[in-house]
């Protein structure tokens, strides 16, 4: 599956035309979801979602299922919609018989969504009605999003050419950025970059608090127009324009003669809010179209660096508890060869019970609840050729003599070891009892090491796989913020990426003006011609 969307991804960034793009995403959601009719539509200037390509539908097919999407053009939040059954599904209603006609049992719209806009969707058709799993969802939307990106990419491209000095805006801010690895070192180092880049007097970065109930501000600079003091915490249901931009999630700009202008901008990372930007102009003035724009491009740059600053302290308390685990393993490890000599606690009870006999009991048997809330249940028996049931009754009538001690760990009991003697005349002392209760006492200690070594063994192996790919994203983020000059950014990504992926070549294509066509922008280890 990683292969397969390798491949889309590398096609979508090589391809010169639309059906360059749409062929491989076909491809791929057949390969992958096994659809072997899918289609793309695209939504045109008027808001009216037309096909670009298609596999296996029919004409009258196409037009049956050419109408409005399931989602608005406003939506921010667009999710899949799965039909599992078309025979029964009344959203289906109108178009079923044709449907049925053409043999289809089940269809899955999957939005293409960019920066929060609907650019268009991925249709799926299914011959026979189907469950879609959360895994399969998941790689449609992964293909989708291949789709969206290469759209987005030619939008990008063509607000490139228009906006040169919004380039060289934004240069700035992501260069006073590239060190920043804490939200005090983002504030500081990015607030004075925004503020003279469009001539702000004042501005201020707000972080959401842990608990989305408010705006906590990581840093300022100038003063703000009709405040003697800056707001520090801001309620994230007041009427506050840095609110506002956080319940809408678009940015606020407020313009007037008497208070001047200013701007909320929100931070998002992946449809999460992270907080606020917000830039209050030094004269009166509106902000003109470029402000905005590099308002919105500014605010994603800041959204990112906080985004990596999380990363960087989640990665660091990662390698610390990493580090704290390998302690913790070698120091349970040498408890554990001391007392049993292994980690298999399976195979230390057995030890215990085979070293109760004969010194300890004729009779040994060892019951473990394998986990909170069930019932004990028998681990280890010795001799396991002699378990004599006859023992109980004995014992219950005073012939034989018996001790149950428990096997305590972490303030709780995991179970029980029964040692019984066979001999009539043989009473256990209270000598016995507490050899007996030390014998508990070292397998709890065997068992509870053994419970905490797997789970410390997986916590590192999470830790490591997190780290890794960490370590993956942030080679190809540290290309992205050191240059924002386009040819100079692509090849210095296109390098790093091929050492991330360790492919042969790499390349960038954009969508031409006329989106007629994808133009090679960058490559690396691949003649341009």
């Known amino acids: ?114 920066q929060h806009r609907l650019l268009g969707e991925l249709m799926l058709f299914w011959d026979r009605p189907r469950t879609v799993s959360a895994h399969e969802e998941a790689l449609a939307r992964a293909i989708a999003s291949q789709v969206a990106g290469a759209l987005e990419r030619s939008r990008l491209r063509e607000a490139e050419r228009r906006g040169h000095v919004l380039v060289q805006r934004l240069q700035r801010v992501t260069a006073s950025l590239n060190e920043a690895l804490a939200p005090e070192d983002v504030a500081r180092v990015s607030l004075p970059a925004i503020c003279e880049a469009i001539g702000a007097g004042a501005g201020m970065l707000y972080l959401l608090s842990p608990d989305g109930s408010a705006l906590e501000s990581v840093g300022r ?61 030094a004269s009166w003035r509106a902000f003109s179209e470029d402000d905005r724009a590099f308002l919105l491009a500014a605010a994603g740059q800041c959204a990112q660096a906080f985004d ?16 704290a685990a390998e302690t913790r393993m ?27 006999v004969p010194r300890l009991a004729d009779w040994c048997a060892i019951d473990v609840a394998e986990g909170p809330g069930e019932s004990p249940s028998r681990v280890a ?53 507490r050899r007996a209760e030390e014998r508990g006492r070292r397998a709890g200690v065997a068992i509870e090491n053994a419970r905490l070594y797997e789970a410390e063994r997986r916590s590192r192996l999470a830790a490591q796989a997190a780290e890794q790919r960490h370590a993956a994203i942030q080679l190809v983020a540290d290309a992205a913020l050191a240059n924002l000059e386009v040819d100079s950014l692509l090849t210095e990504m296109l390098a790093r990426v091929r050492r991330v992926f360790a492919c042969d070549t790499a390349t960038v294509l954009l969508v031409s003006a006329d989106r007629r066509r994808v133009e090679v922008r960058a490559c690396d280890g691949i003649e341009r011609e």
Request: charged share 25%.
């Open 1 to 114: 599956e990683t292969e397969i969307l390798l491949r889309l991804a590398q096609a979508t960034n090589q391809a010169e035309t639309d059906q360059e793009v749409h062929d491989p995403a076909l491809d791929a959601a057949g390969d992958l979801l096994g659809a072997r009719r899918s289609a793309i539509r695209i939504l045109d200037e008027a808001g009216r979602m037309r096909f670009h390509a298609w596999r296996g539908l029919t004409e009258s097919c196409r037009a049956a299922v050419d109408g409005p999407p399931p989602w608005s053009p406003a939506d921010r939040d667009a999710r899949p919609v799965l039909i599992q059954d078309v025979a029964v599904d009344g959203w289906m209603a109108g178009v079923r018989s044709i449907l049925a006609d053409e043999g289809i049992g089940a269809v899955g719209l999957v939005p293409l969504v960019s």
């Open 381 to 433: 028996v010795a001799p396991a050729d002699q378990v004599k049931v006859e023992f109980a009754d004995e014992v219950r009538l005073g012939r034989r003599s018996a001790m149950v001690v428990p096997i305590p760990a972490g303030g709780r009991t995991l179970g029980s070891i029964t040692f019984v003697l066979s001999e009539p005349g043989r009473r256990y002392g209270e000598r016995d009892r």
């Open 221 to 281: 600079i100038g003063v703000w127009p009709g405040l003697a003091d800056p707001v520090i915490r801001i309620p994230v249901d007041g009427s506050l324009a840095a609110a506002e931009a956080v319940r809408s999630r678009m940015p606020v700009f407020l313009e007037s003669s008497e208070d001047g202008a200013r701007a909320a901008i929100p931070m998002v990372v992946e449809h999460r809010v992270l907080g606020v930007l917000g830039v209050a102009l």
């Open 330 to 356: 070698a120091v349970l490890a040498e408890a554990s060869a001391e007392l049993s000599g292994s980690l298999d606690y399976h195979a230390t009870l057995s030890r215990v019970a085979d070293l109760s």
């Open 308 to 323: 990596r600053a999380r990363l960087h302290d989640a990665e660091r308390i990662a390698r610390a508890h990493a580090q």
